[in-house]
């Protein structure tokens, strides 16, 4: 789950982490109300959104009177943000952040992610920040440092000597980046973050050290021991069958095929995808219902696909484990009797009461098509929408 950098920053705060003051606000009331609070001048006011990306779309503005912050601040609560990282749809910003300007002498980047292939927290630090980190692992990766992240969120003092060797830091500058290290990756461990982002953090001239971006991304299956960050999400910023499919806890994502997909289990759903992809098909959804889906589940699935206008064929895999098919096949029939399913309809199942799941699917008197097997499914999908 993503948060925006306005809540990101209010949790770094709690770590000590040094952050210029800033408000926010989704109305001229509001906005007049943090122009009063934090007695600003001028400002730097930026949309909030889950996206990258903001400052090149005019999402990230400067103002140099309070008149002119009221009105960038209404001209951007609103605005539709589109780019690669948004898709074709596009984010819309409700609020604002709102912050003090700051003079910067020097951009750094810190953050930290889940090393995936080491299986280990790692803590990632640049002398070079206000830039994409890939980008600078591409053209410069000697400019990277990475640091492992002990699993109480603690970074060894030698680490951090070394991290301030590295970022050219002396004296206060080393002992406050140094504190700064140690909060992120005691904020990283703690919030059960998969990635956690300062970029850039900055160096002013009169050398103090500020977090001026962040971001903050939590581990979906951690969010039941993370409620007060569960509470900050924003359903504004994914499309509607996002939302919905979270509500039913279903794994949701939408692509950009006609052929809807529900599957039960994630490494089967990506089969399935693949072999629709390479039998001349093209996947609408990456959809996984869980190993105990109800029929309020199957419903909310078939609910879900059907809402893009761009399915023109539905294909049901089930491996029947925990699922017991006989209890599928009638979620399928009631959610096809329900929503009056009028595209292609194929369904493979396998496992327990197949038979008996199949039968019901047969006897139900509606168009719906069973396959053999993951292949054949595949194949008579395809077949059905020409």
Known sequence: M??????????????????????????EKEVQEVINRLGLNEAVIKIQVHAGGRGKAGGVQFAKSPEEIKKIAKDLIGMKLVNKQTGPRGVVAKKVLISS??????????????DRENARPVFIASP??????????????????QLPIGLTGKLKPYHTLRLANFMGWKKDQAKMGRKIACGLAKAFM???????????LILTPSGEIFALDAKLSIDDNALFRQSDIA??????????????????????????????????GAGLA???MDIIQYYGGSPANFLDVGGGASKEKVAESFKIILADPHVKAILVNIFGGIMDCAILAEGIIAAARDFSIKIPLVV??????????????????????????????AKKAIAKMK
């Open 348 to 377: 493979r199942m396998e496992g327990t009461n197949v038979e008996q799941g199949k039968k019901r699917l047969k006897e139900s008197g509606l168009a719906i098509t069973t396959a053999n097997s993951l292949e054949d499914a």
């Open 128 to 145: 070079e920040g206000g830039v994409e980190i890939e980008e600078i692992a591409a053209k410069t990766p000697e400019k990277i440092l």
């Open 190 to 200: 703690e919030t059960d973050a998969s990635l956690l982002e300062i970029n850039p």
């Open 101 to 114: 300007p700051c003079d910067i002498e020097k951009e750094y980047y810190m953050g930290a992610i889940i």
């Open 2 to 27: 993503n948060v925006h950098e306005y809540q990101a920053k209010e949790i770094l705060k709690k770590y000590g982490i040094p952050i210029p003051d800033f408000g926010v606000a989704s109305n």
């Open 270 to 272: 990506m089969a399935t």
């Open 231 to 264: 509470a900050m999400y924003d359903p504004s910023q994914q499309l509607e069958s996002e939302v919905a499919a979270k509500q039913f806890d279903l794994s949701y994502i939408p692509l950009s095929g006609d052929i809807g997909c529900m599957v039960n």
